[in-house]
């Protein structure tokens, strides 16, 4: 089975999320991994920062005018009723939450709940947009099997026996969606893999089910011989070592979550970079 990670632009317009369903409605049963649509990750951080400063008005106003985009998109998303209607009351009740979240007294726990909403929208989203378009979906929650240890490195034992038992459970379906980025800790309060964290999520469930690859879609064509955003020209590397690709990481290749790269070596399980804007392109295979 293959693992797929799908970033933020990815699913950060419905038309983009066509293209991810094209991409994987490839008869091929796989696990899907998402982010939050794009930017919403940032405005959720900076919803939380507002309740930290005691700001609860600027905070209600963020999560009111998010609230209005979300049912925008949903509306162009899902013209199908029964599922316009439910994934309409499932986003009312997470900007319920946040709204109730803006009347609390700020605490690490309570911004953990609140930046995890953007990958449970984007999933619970696109997962009903498959099932509109007639494709065997199930949506894994993330919190039902990604968790990390009291040093914050995820626990791999709970990892693969809770997720085998999600698969279990839906052995039905031909993809299956999750959230990247989320997580319980070992106290099982909400948690996250930090700031890009999708990436890591897809390589610690390729590890876990012992993919036969993982895949990074995001919207350039692989890693470059140089950085993009400041070097006209730049060309796609083919092929990587699990090392090179960590330094590059490392070192800023934004393209990939530095601490991505050790699941997969450790697995030895290939890492595929692709661009969902252009699938056909090669991209770079570590
Ligand atoms: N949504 C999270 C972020 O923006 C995680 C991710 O996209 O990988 O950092």
């Given at each position: 089975m293959k693992v797929l990670k799908f970033g933020g632009t990815s699913v950060g317009s419905v038309e983009n999320m066509s293209h991810v369903k094209n991409i994987i409605n490839d008869g091929q049963k796989k696990i899907v991994v998402l982010s939050a649509m794009s930017g919403t990750t940032n405005q959720l951080v900076s919803i939380a920062q507002d309740i930290a400063d005691e700001k609860s008005d600027e905070a209600l106003n963020k999560i009111s005018k998010l609230n209005e985009s979300y049912l925008l998109t949903v509306d162009s998303l899902l013209q199908d009723s029964t599922l316009n209607h439910s994934v309409k009351e499932y986003v009312s009740s997470v900007f319920d939450f946040l709204k109730g979240c803006a009347k609390k007294d700020f605490s690490q726990a309570l911004e953990n709940q609140i930046v995890a909403q953007g990958e449970l929208l984007s999933t619970y989203m696109f997962n009903s947009y498959l099932n509109q378009e007639g494709i065997a979906s199930a949506l894994l929650p993330a919190l039902d099997f990604m968790r990390i240890d009291e040093n914050k490195e995820p626990n791999i034992e709970f990892i693969k026996e809770n997720i085998g038992a999600v698969l279990k459970e839906n052995a039905g379906a031909e993809i299956y969606i999750t959230q990247g980025f989320i997580c319980l800790d070992d106290n099982d309060e909400v948690s996250n893999l930090?700031?890009?964290?999708s990436d890591f999520t897809a390589t610690i469930i390729g590890a876990a089910v012992l993919a036969e690859e993982v895949q990074i879609w995001t919207?350039?064509?692989?890693?470059?011989?140089?950085?993009p955003r400041y070097v006209e020209n730049t060309n796609p590397i083919s092929n990587l070592s699990f090392d090179e690709a960590a330094e590059l990481a490392y070192f800023?290749?934004?393209?990939?979550?530095?601490?991505?790269?050790r699941p997969a070596k450790l697995a030895d399980i290939p890492v595929r970079l692709k661009n969902t804007m252009e699938p056909a392109a090669e991209g770079t295979l570590i």
């Open positions: 930090q700031r890009g964290g919207d350039i064509s692989g890693m470059h011989n140089n950085d800023g290749a934004k393209i990939l979550h530095p601490l991505s790269i």
